[in-house]
């Protein structure tokens, strides 16, 4: 109570104490995405300008932003006494409240903020602040999960094989011409988390997958995957080492065993980079990962290292991603003798967009097709695109020289959440490689289909 009545009598007396170009200098940072620094003068400012609606909307934004959610809280709550319907600020309080893990209350605010009239992003802050609110209630308890998925489609290049009728890879028989086939994929996995405090916990993921190619018995594959692993929440960031154990099988000749250790730190731009670009990151993860991959007839040892950013602008979310991994590999012939010392360098980049207010085109969807809008609501598209630059080690047995290659993807789709349970998912993806031997070049298609049902 003592904290509303100072903030109207501030506000009464702004007339008299005003300092348009304190909040100004704030309001300006802000703008600029400048949040650490708008934070920083925000304090020095905060004695004299607190009960300022202008003020308090832009200093408790740079709070949020720079990881001080306490004082966006009380910046918000200020501008509510005096403006109980200003969307934005209730919508800035839900927001503090769920990174202050106080969930219960950010959902009584955003039930308040949701009987208002919402822009389509004001919408779409809301969904995805219950999204939060609900992930963080989930995650102060041990939770399980339990899915089942089909997916089917058609693959250009069911068996990767390149344009040259006798180099061998993993997936590939007495030949590697290139073939296609109709496919279709039943999987079941499942995942446990074991909390052993409100900040460390146990996680175990594990999937089976069969997937058949109509008409082509050689290639249907079998995948077993368990990951297991301890995280901990430290200060908003989340540090995690992670067993990773895979099998592949094809038929009792060829399989393919991977084994390895993953260190990953997921962090909160805002709170990690004080300066530069990286500050406007939503979120970030670097990770290192080693892993011995065993094939019928390669033995790899691989390690990478990697980095992950999101920004999320508007209706937009973009991921970038960037790696680099080195690869030693011992080739065996087709003979079974030992061949040369092999292995990779390889750097990968790639992007990911994916619009989130699809509704917001509903009007322009309904002139073609009227009551379209509802639909659009829990609809996802996006699309992706990577390269990767290959440099093998050895030289080619024929050849003499090291051979290169350049790999490009693009990905395109969408997800469409049916219910609390049931995604559906259409995508289509084109992978082609071009090498300095040509034999080396083949590019792959595939379109395909899916649901997931989600048990628990």
Not at 5 to 28: C, F, M, N, Q
Not at 105 to 124: F, H, I, N, Y
Not at 195 to 207: E, N, P
Not at 265 to 291: C, E, K, P, V
Request: proline content about 2%; hydrophobic content about 35%.
């Amino acid at each position: 109570m003592k904290r509303y009545l100072r903030a109207v009598s501030l506000a009464a007396l702004s007339g008299v104490i005003s300092t348009p170009a304190l909040a100004a200098s704030v309001e300006a940072l802000v703008q600029a995405g400048k949040h650490s620094q708008a934070y920083q003068q925000g304090l020095k400012e905060l004695e004299a300008r607190e009960g300022d609606p202008g003020f308090d909307m832009a200093f408790g934004t740079a709070a949020l932003r720079s990881g001080n959610p306490g004082d966006a809280l009380f910046a918000f709550d200020r501008v509510l006494v005096l403006d109980p319907n200003n969307v934005d600020a209730r919508l800035g309080l839900a927001e503090a409240l769920v990174a202050m893990k106080n969930d219960k209350q950010a959902m009584a605010e955003l039930t308040v903020a949701g009987k208002s009239r919402l822009t389509p992003a004001q919408q779409d802050r809301l969904n995805r602040l219950k999204t939060a609110g609900q992930t963080t209630q989930q995650e102060s308890r041990d939770s399980y999960s339990a899915w089942v998925g089909f997916d089917m489609g058609h693959d250009s290049n069911v068996n990767a094989g390149t344009y040259h009728s006798s180099y061998k890879t993993f997936a590939l028989g007495d030949t590697s011409k290139e073939q296609s086939a109709y496919f279709h994929q039943t999987s079941v996995g499942g995942s446990v988390v074991r909390k052993l405090s409100d900040d460390r916990a146990l996680i175990a993921v594990g999937q089976i997958a069969q997937r058949e190619a109509m008409g082509e018995e050689d290639f249907d594959t079998r995948n077993y995957r368990l990951n297991g692993g301890y995280s901990v929440n430290h200060k908003g960031d989340v540090y995690r080492i992670m067993l990773r154990l895979e099998q592949d099988d094809l038929d009792s000749d060829r399989f393919r065993t991977i084994w390895g250790i993953l260190g990953q730190h997921t962090f909160s731009g805002r709170q990690a980079w004080n300066r530069g670009w990286l500050q406007t990151l939503t979120t970030g993860m670097a990770r290192i990962d080693y892993q011995q991959n065993e094939t019928s007839f390669r033995d790899v040892d691989q390690f990478l290292l990697g980095m992950v950013g999101e920004k999320e602008v508007q209706d937009f979310k973009h991921t970038l991603r960037g790696h680099f991994i080195y690869e030693s590999a011992e080739d065996e012939l087709r003979t079974g003798k030992p061949a040369h010392h092999n292995g990779r360098r390889i750097l990968a980049a790639g992007w990911r967009g994916e619009y989130l207010n699809l509704a917001s085109l509903g009007p322009t969807f309904n002139q073609f097709a009227p009551g379209l809008t509802p639909y659009l609501v829990n609809i996802t598209p996006y699309a992706d695109v990577g390269i990767s630059r290959i440099r093998h080690n050895g030289a080619l047995f024929a050849a003499g020289k090291h051979r290169k290659q350049s790999v490009y993807d693009m990905k395109f789709g969408m997800n469409w959440k049916w219910d609390s349970r049931m995604t559906f998912r259409a995508q289509y993806q084109n992978r082609w490689t071009d090498a300095n031997i040509k034999v080396y070049d083949h590019e792959r298609q595939v379109f395909e289909l899916g649901v997931r049902y989600d048990l628990l």
